[in-house]
């Protein structure tokens, strides 16, 4: 219906799967049965226990995360071309494009940054998983920022 609702809150424990699958199986029970989309930012354990609880959703990782951690490992002279090279690949129109501007990103950089890039492409798929939907919502599930922002 548009809004967001917080539906439960869980303070501390482990970051296991085994905790969060505790913790996605009682929202199930409670009646959290159809969810299409789930939108993390890598936490250990996070993703499994989702994909358990509800297979038939879709899962997007956090592409701001995922920007931010690379550019900790990239070097201070290069963060500001490589920052504005992966923008290619998560603006861009559809995810034909976006693979397309993945594949420069990895032309250009994957000898000097071979791991950051590496990471890029074992991860692709989750990281793009948001091109699959209209371009007006994009923007919201791309990232779990405004999840954060709400508590």
Not at 59 to 67: L, N, T
Not at 85 to 108: C, V
Request: aromatic content about 12%; hydrophobic content about 40%.
């Amino acid at each position: 219906e548009g809004y967001r609702e917080i539906l439960d809150f869980f303070v501390g424990g482990q970051e296991s799967a085994y905790g969060w699958r505790e913790i996605l199986q009682q929202l199930y029970q409670r009646g959290v049965k159809e969810v299409l989309l789930g939108v993390f930012d890598g936490l250990p354990g996070l993703e499994e226990a989702f994909r358990t609880v509800y297979p038939k959703a879709d899962v997007q990782r956090c592409v701001v995360h995922k920007v931010r951690n690379t550019l900790s490992r990239v070097r201070k002279k290069d963060q500001f071309e490589v920052a504005e090279d992966l923008k290619l690949i998560y603006r861009a129109p559809n995810k034909e494009m976006a693979l397309q501007m993945f594949q420069q990103f990895e032309s250009k950089w994957s000898s000097k940054y071979p791991r950051e890039v590496q990471s890029w492409a074992n991860e692709l798929d989750v990281l793009l998983t948001f091109m699959d939907d209209p371009s007006s919502i994009r923007s919201v599930i791309y990232t779990t920022n405004a999840i954060e922002r709400t508590i």
